[in-house]
């Protein structure tokens, strides 16, 4: 006979892309006292969001690579926890962390259906917006209003990006979505693990009726290849033409790229017009790859420019 399994808190990351959902989780798994299990949702094809998690072994981050984590996943999530607590060391607390473009309804739902509560517990959902970027986001996109609308605690990010007025405007927005929710402005999305986790804000008749799931429309996703080195002077030149001059067009791009001269593959990032690179850990021997996410793109001339490089 095993011993009586205790349930397991969990707690879901949504919110807007790049909004520093995955910084917020990294943050938690430093700063909080716990043993973590990461379940990442990526929305392209490729492994880029679970190798960003960082102080948790491989065995610890489940990856979910089949695109709308709300609609398609529902089996795949409750395996992908049940193998994550399947391990000798059961994790402590598990963070699932969406894709900015997922509904996080359905995902708390599907841990609130009776098999999945004989093991876990939604603990919380969690909000991360952008301070700089929320108004302008929710203006192009307003159905993105429900990754906060049931949120119990919105990260309001990018403090360090954004005016007082800024932050002053996105946090009465944030109100008026979700009148419910604290709301935390900061900067790296440094929020104390208390404020965050062992909310224990779901009761049993939770989730509300009438919520109808929404999908955030019309946006592309897209990842770019390349084999062979790339050159530095030509990436820039790609980073402004194609990336940060179309702000309105490319919300969020991400990937590691092997470019001549650097031993290891440099991490490209990017929220609409803000980019960063960084020397990833990854050998500059593999391929090049890049996740580009946006509206109205002409994936064949990204393609193009990218081979071109
Ligand atoms: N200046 C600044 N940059 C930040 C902050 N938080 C995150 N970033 C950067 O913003 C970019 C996106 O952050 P992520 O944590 O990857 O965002 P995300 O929401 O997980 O992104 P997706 O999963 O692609 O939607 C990265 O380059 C981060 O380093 C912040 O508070 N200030």
Redesign the pocket.
Known sequence: MGEPQKRIPVTVVG????????????HLVQSAKLRFGVVVNE?GETGI?GS?IENVDADGVAELTNGCLCCVGREDLISALFRLTGRKEKPEHILI?????ADPVPVAQTLLDPFARTRFELDGIIG?A?ARNLERTLGEVPEGAVQLAYAGAVVL?????SSPPQVAEAQALVQRINPLAKVYP?????VAPEQLLRLRSFHPDWPPQDHHHLHTPHLQTFTLRATRPLERHRVNAFIDRYLIARPDAVF?A?GYLSVRGFKQQILL???RE???L?ESDRPAEAPSEL?V?GRNLDQREYEEAFRGL
């Not at 919110?15 to 990294?26: D, P, Q, R």
């Not at 900061?186 to 440094?190: E, G, I």
Request: hydrophobic share 40%; charged share 25%.
């Open positions: 919110g807007f892309l790049g909004a520093g959902k995955t910084t917020l989780v990294n929305f969001d960003l962390e969406l894709s900015g473009l991360v952008d990010n990018k403090t360090d990006l900061t900067a790296r999305a440094r969020r991400k990032q990017s929220v803000i980019f960063s960084e996740v996410i």
